[in-house]
């Protein structure tokens, strides 16, 4: 069936740092592909998606882009902050019927100050 | 603003009690979700729900049903809890083929 594999955490990073979460997927077909994040103590809100194969999907100084090649779509910020500590979620889902989302198993990320 | 609302944040119960957790979106979204969350393994999903009153299993149905007896509204039941359903619950709300909107989720403790 459908998978998703995200780089294992946790991730400790100093503000402004360069960011990079990896998330490859295995999927029949072509899937749409999401990153969400979950604050602390919240539930997970949607950072970005793309649909097809090189979109990017860019949304509060995140980006990421979808390659059909390599079955990947890694998340990037290139200066991070201390309000970005979060869990991030890699997901993929069918492109059609009710849109089941299935997901990786989240990295959380930590940023001193 | 989409709301996604659940009915508790924490819930603690006893091993065998029948457990309810309720959802209720005001979006008018046609499908609603149920998964559980446990650290390492991310989200799975439990149920889902395209219409009132039609469910279909997701990957790990065992131990959980639901009800969906009004558009707006997605009911969790735990026919009889144990401790290995000790978990965060999480629902979330969608239009056919768009994102979904996921509520604050219920951290439920089985004793």
């Known amino acids: 069936g459908d998978s998703v594999t995200q780089m294992e955490g946790p991730v400790t990073l100093s503000e402004e740092a360069f960011l990079t979460i990896n998330c490859t997927y295995t999927a029949t077909g072509y899937p749409s592909l999401f990153w969400y994040v979950q604050y602390p103590g919240e539930g997970l809100q949607l950072l970005l998606k793309a649909t097809k194969a090189d979109d990017k999907g860019s949304n509060k100084g995140f980006e990421a882009t979808y390659r059909k090649e390599t079955t990947s779509f890694h998340l990037e910020k290139g200066s991070v902050q201390v309000s970005d500590s979060a869990v991030y979620f890699c997901?993929?889902?069918?492109?059609?019927?009710?849109?089941?989302?299935?997901f990786g198993q989240g990295t959380r990320l930590t940023i001193n100050p | 603003d989409v709301k996604v609302t659940q009915s508790s944040r924490y819930l603690v119960k006893r091993t065998g009690e029948k457990v309810f957790l309720e959802c209720v979106q005001d979006m008018d979204h046609e499908n609603m979700f149920w998964y559980r969350q446990d650290p390492g393994l991310g989200l799975r999903l439990i149920y889902f729900s395209y219409d009132v009153k039609m469910k279909e299993k997701g990957d790990i149905p065992e131990g959980y049903s639901v009800s969906r007896e009004k558009k707006e509204r997605f009911s969790l039941i735990l026919e009889s809890a144990s401790t290995n359903q000790t978990s965060m619950y999480l629902c979330?709300?969608?239009?056919?083929?768009?994102?979904?909107?996921f509520g604050p989720g219920t951290r439920l403790t089985v004793l």
């Open positions: 979330a709300s969608s239009f056919p083929g768009r994102e979904q909107f």
């Open positions: 997901a993929l889902s069918d492109v059609g019927g009710a849109q089941k989302l299935v």
